[in-house]
């Protein structure tokens, strides 16, 4: 992949992109999931699937993850989704484009219908997670967890081997950002891949996402067997088979 780049968005925060363009006025705009980065094997295959195919191709981390600048703890989905919709205006500009959003990243593509409805021509969703925060994680919280929240303002929770700083500000910010009962009538492709044996997000979240299109030529594609992150070769090679399909529909 080419060299990582910075774009300063304000005085204090410098947002970590990667991103191609060519000349089909059509790019492809990965976003990554809760604590994770560009670094990963999707974004290095639907980079070098654009680069292939000569489409534009746009990734990039939210602030607090990755080498993107800020504190993980002071961001929320409303600031993520906002730092995207600058990022893609400085970078795609008025460009189509078509959505991949991973776990987190749905969530943050589903807000940016509201700013760019009619550049999106299409979304896919790899083991889709809106609305994650209150029905995954707070609503599974013992009393005790959210008492300690609430006091602290933040609470460190385990997860096999990782620990995820949950502060109870975004909690509340994700109150703000539903949008499983907000209805997005457009006529595009929409699919969403989940993996049967996601312990991270139930597979009916994808069935969610899918319920909130009006107009749309909808899929969805359960993977036998597969995890949450569903990041093999293989996978991503059936990824890019069906956005090749969503593609040439576009154009």
């Known amino acids: 992949m080419n060299k990582f780049k910075y774009l300063k968005i304000s005085k204090t925060k410098k947002i970590r992109y ?5 000349r089909k006025n059509l790019y ?5 999931g809760f604590m994770s980065d ?3 094997e999707k974004p290095k295959a639907f980079y070098n699937y654009s680069k292939k195919n000569k489409l534009g191709f746009l990734a990039l981390e939210y602030s ?4 993107s600048s800020g504190k993980f703890t002071n961001g929320n989905i409303s600031k993520w989704s906002n730092e995207t919709k600058v990022v893609i205006k400085k970078i795609v500009k008025k460009n189509n484009f078509v959505l991949i959003g991973s776990s987190m990243g749905s ?5 940016q219908f509201k700013f760019f409805k009619k550049q999106i021509k299409g979304f896919i969703g790899i083991g889709s997670a809106p609305e994650f925060l209150e029905n995954l994680m707070w609503k599974k919280f013992t009393k005790k967890m959210k008492k300690e929240t ?8 385990k997860h096999g081997e990782y620990e995820y700083p949950i502060t109870y500000q975004l909690i509340k910010d994700g ?6 009962k907000k209805k997005i009538s457009s006529k595009i492709f929409v699919t969403m891949f989940h993996g049967s044996k996601d312990e991270v997000v139930p597979v009916n979240y994808s069935k969610k996402v899918l319920n909130i299109f009006t107009n749309a030529s909808k899929k969805l594609v359960i993977f036998k067997n597969g995890d949450h992150s569903l990041s093999s070769k293989n996978k991503l090679k059936k990824i890019n088979l069906e956005l090749s399909k969503i593609i040439s529909n576009i154009v």
Do not use: C, M, P, Q
Not at 18 to 22: A, E, M, P, R
Not at 28 to 32: A, D, Q, S, T, V
Not at 175 to 180: A, C, F, I, Q, W
């Open 18 to 22: 990667l991103s191609n363009y060519y």
């Open 28 to 32: 492809i705009i990965f976003l990554h």
């Open 38 to 40: 560009i670094e990963g």
């Open 64 to 67: 607090g993850h990755g080498k």
């Open 107 to 111: 969530w943050i593509s589903l807000n």
């Open 150 to 157: 609430i006091k602290k303002r933040i609470y460190n929770l």
């Open 175 to 180: 109150r703000k950002n539903k949008v499983l």
